[in-house]
């Protein structure tokens, strides 16, 4: 106890001498990858390195984000309005069987849909660089590290081979906007290297000077072709012989190589090669150090502005795969948290930036022609996880690359709104692609889910919550309210209840079973249909206000919310997953819908539901706890907004499992489905910020869910609904200090069970009800708040 005591009050010496600097951040294997799930993520946004570090034959799989088969196509199909309203009568009259087959007939998309790789298109591998290194001798590798820096975003590569120690070197550069690889050792001459490039299909290789040059043409139907793709690496060679080859450049006994990887697409952009090459044009290759050092710096810029503090243990510096594996017996490597917290600001600043695409299914990172679910973008949680630690985690402007994205559907949703519905406004259903693609899936089980839109306009909502940016919000609103204007014209009164539903639609991804025994997933409305859509017109009622226009509009969207069925509860005192009691057919199911409204959607909280929250702990219950990645991920969000730090935590434990065949992490921290797949990455981190700050009820809450056993800890940066940033220390399960930004002029509430000894930085404020309020006035006002 005295021992534990000690540990904490040196910890908080650290701390207080640690405040304004930020942790470090890496991780680290004493071996090289033998897979790719072991290899190390690298990216600026758009292009993405994954260095295996193989001391013979190193291998870098490299990506460019927009890099898709498949072209812009119409797979709206006009026939399926006509079969609409039997779908309906069928579900109404609880023929629900007979609605599913005749769905499965008629309202799908023309084609076959995401089986289609050159139409609906696909996420695909850019190339893979491999440099094959020849030594003198046949000494041994000693004192091999790779490693992750997660602060500049960098990751080496250094053994000792006989007397030489080697390094390498490798980051997508933020400055410059291409990757750089360089090779060094202590010893002249050492360096003699083999450089080629590959990619398994639709290229074409060939060397210049000092060049290697890959590129092709994507898989499509599009008769002007698909997407093209340019990469050129080029080699500086310091002191040694260079000699090119047909297909690669080989370099003997130089002092230091560095290579420059240009990737480019034409998509969006009129020429791969143009712009290829004008960005290895405009670098400055004199000064390796300065090309490292500015790139460090931009990345900075975003990764900086949080930091957190958790106790490690002596697991903490070992290297990053045994120590997930020995996370898996002792799970008092509190820092391997933060870690992972920190891990998912870096893949999302690492995998999307303003103006460019968002992190699909794979992130920016895929090895593969094929890659699972066609990388894509999928609407029933996945995208949307990606954008989890996106506000919360300080990184605001990154979530424009979702908002884009929503913007840029509207037109191809509108007409399929039209043509299924025959309704305003704009819809799109699971699948989502880099070409519109707004219609229902092949497969009506799990592709006629159409509350996708409702969804994605809670994210354009959301950061105008953070950022109460009218401005924004004016440029958001006409596609939140084409959505809410969907809805307003598709719902339709379900007669044997009265209520206005979506129908037809699915609880994603579930099944449910009926009286006779079928098993079935089109029905007439659903739990999550109708949170989502209750989120979204108030939402917009809201805007409508703010901005001050629409009110006959917000008029009739009231009207409608008092006739969505609410959130009930069923016989097992489970939320209702349908708006009948069914059973599920698998109740173990990983996707947990019908509780949308506890998180990420706020309908479900202890002050306005408390039934429901007792409803949604049993809920949970019965789904239990293992599941894929992003499955856990989300579960760790659930029970933090049922502020039970304790089962959050062992959920983070759960995500955390080494994968060997199974979900869990793999090695290299991605997110296990399996296979990859990034979500659950974002998701993990989003739910520890969860864990540490909340703002979602209408009051900030800090500390809200953390395990009993994070006794003490320190955050910075953390954002919060109304424009605040915030930053704490506790010690003994109690909040010490606290600082707050106020980002904007607006009135807060800190709860905040002791009353606090000091407060500066603002004259009027009350502690009242266990909340301190109080409304900030000047821009940047900074409250400090002493226990
Ligand atoms: C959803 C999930 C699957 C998978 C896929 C990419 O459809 O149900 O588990 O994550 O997206």
């Given amino acids: ?96 069987k007979e609605a599913e087959d005749l769905m499965y007939r008629t309202f799908t998309c023309l084609g076959k849909g995401s089986e289609d790789i050159t139409n609906y298109g696909n996420y695909q591998n850019f190339a893979n660089l491999y440099i094959k290194s020849i030594y003198d001798g046949n000494d041994t590798i000693k004192d091999y590290r790779r490693e992750l ?80 793709y340019y990469g050129k690496v080029e080699i500086k060679n310091i ?27 034409n998509y969006n952009n009129p020429s791969a090669l143009k712009s290829a090459v004008e960005l290895l044009d405009k670098v400055d290759k004199t000064d390796y150090d300065l090309l490292k050092k500015n790139h460090s710096l931009k990345y900075r810029e975003l990764f900086d502005r949080v930091d957190i503090t958790l106790e490690k243990n002596q697991n903490s510096n070992l290297p990053i795969d045994k120590r997930l594996e020995a996370f898996a017996k002792d799970r008092t490597d509190y820092d391997l948290a933060a870690l992972y917290m920190q891990y998912g600001r870096y893949l999302l600043i690492s995998s999307t930036r303003i103006g460019g695409l968002p992190p699909n299914l794979q992130g920016l990172w895929a090895h593969q022609i094929m890659t699972p ?18 506000e919360i985690g300080n990184l605001s402007e990154l979530h424009t690359t979702l908002i884009d994205y929503v913007k840029q559907l509207v037109p191809s949703g509108e007409k399929t709104a039209n043509i299924y519905y025959n309704s305003k406004g704009w ?20 592709g006629a889910t159409n509350t996708a839109n409702a969804w994605l306009c809670q994210h354009l909502w959301q950061h105008y919550e953070y950022t109460l940016d009218e401005k924004y919000l004016e440029s958001a609103y006409p596609t939140i309210k084409g959505a809410a204007d969907f809805f307003n014209d598709m719902l339709v009164e379900n007669p044997n209840n009265g209520y206005l539903v979506t129908a037809p639609t699915t609880s994603p991804e579930n099944k449910y079973i009926t009286t006779n025994g079928d098993t079935l997933s089109i029905c007439a409305g659903s739990t999550m249909d109708n949170q989502l859509i209750r989120e979204l017109f108030t939402n917009t009622i809201k805007a409508s ?81 293992m599941s894929t990645g992003w499955s ?68 900030i809450d800090l500390l809200p869910a953390i395990p009993d056993v994070w006794k003490a800890g320190e955050v910075r940066g953390l954002r919060v609904k109304g424009g605040g940033e915030i930053s704490f220390i506790w010690r003994n399960n109690k909040i010490e200090k ?50």
Avoid at 191 to 214: A, F, G, V
Avoid at 567 to 589: C, F, N, R, V
Avoid at 761 to 780: A, D, R, S, V
């Fill in 632 to 699: 856990m991920a989300w579960k760790i969000n659930f029970w933090t907004h049922l502020k039970d730090g304790n089962k959050a935590y062992k959920l983070i434990g759960d995500l955390l499992t080494p994968a060997k065949d199974f979900w869990g992490t793999y090695p290299n921290l991605f997110s296990a489905h399996p296979p990859m797949q990034i979500d659950g990455n974002f998701g993990g981190s989003a739910g520890i910020m969860e864990m540490l700050v909340q703002s979602h009820a209408g009051y």
């Fill in 545 to 625: 206000v703010i901005l001050n226009k629409d009110y006959d509009f917000a008029e009739q969207l009231k009207e409608k919310l008092n006739k969505l069925a609410p959130t009930s509860i069923g016989k097992y005192g489970q939320i209702m997953e349908w708006l009948e009691d069914y059973e599920e057919a698998e109740p173990h199911h990983r996707h947990i819908s019908q509780l949308y409204g506890l998180h990420p959607g706020n309908e479900i909280t202890y002050e306005k539901s408390p039934e429901l929250i007792e409803a949604a702990k049993t809920t949970l219950n019965r789904r239990g706890d």
């Fill in 239 to 265: 002191g040694g012989n260079l000699t090119q080859k047909d297909k690669s450049i080989i370099i003997n006994n130089a002092d230091e190589v560095i290579l420059y990887i240009s990737l480019a697409t």
């Fill in 738 to 787: 606290v600082v707050f930004k106020a980002i904007k002029s607006n009135y807060f509430s800190i709860k905040s069970d002791r009353k606090p000894k000091k407060i500066s930085g603002i004259k009027n404020y009350k502690y009242k009800n266990q909340k301190i309020e109080f409304t900030t006035t000047l821009p940047n006002q900074i409250i400090e708040i002493y226990y």
């Fill in 427 to 446: 819809v799109t259903h699971i699948l989502g692609n880099v070409w519109q693609f707004t219609s229902p899936s092949e497969n009506p089980s799990w």
């Fill in 373 to 390: 679910w066609n990388g894509d973008y999928h609407l029933n949680i996945n995208l949307q996880m990606n954008f989890w630690p996106a």
């Fill in 1 to 96: 106890m005295r021992k534990c005591s000690f540990i904490i009050i040196i910890f908080f010496i650290i701390c207080q001498y640690t405040v304004a600097q930020q942790n470090i951040w890496q991780y680290y294997f004493d071996k090289p990858a033998t897979i790719w799930e072991e290899s190390i993520p690298l990216g600026n946004g758009r292009i993405g390195l994954m260095p295996y570090g193989s001391v013979d034959e190193e291998r870098i799989v490299l990506n460019e984000i927009s890099l898709w088969s498949g072209q812009k196509q119409q797979a709206d199909n006009t026939e399926a309005y006509s079969h609409l309203s039997e779908i309906r009568n069928l579900l109404f009259q609880k023929k629900n």
């Fill in 149 to 228: 820096d997660m602060n500049n975003a960098l990751s080496y590569t250094t053994y000792t081979k006989g007397k030489v120690n080697y390094k390498r070197e490798y980051f997508a550069s933020f400055l410059d906007d291409i990757g750089i690889i360089r090779y060094s050792a202590n010893k002249e001459k050492s360096i003699s290297i083999d450089i080629s490039l590959k990619r398994d299909e639709n290229y074409w290789i060939r060397s210049t000077d000092n060049s290697l040059i890959i590129s092709g043409q994507m898989p499509s139907e599009n008769p002007n072709g698909g997407i093209t």
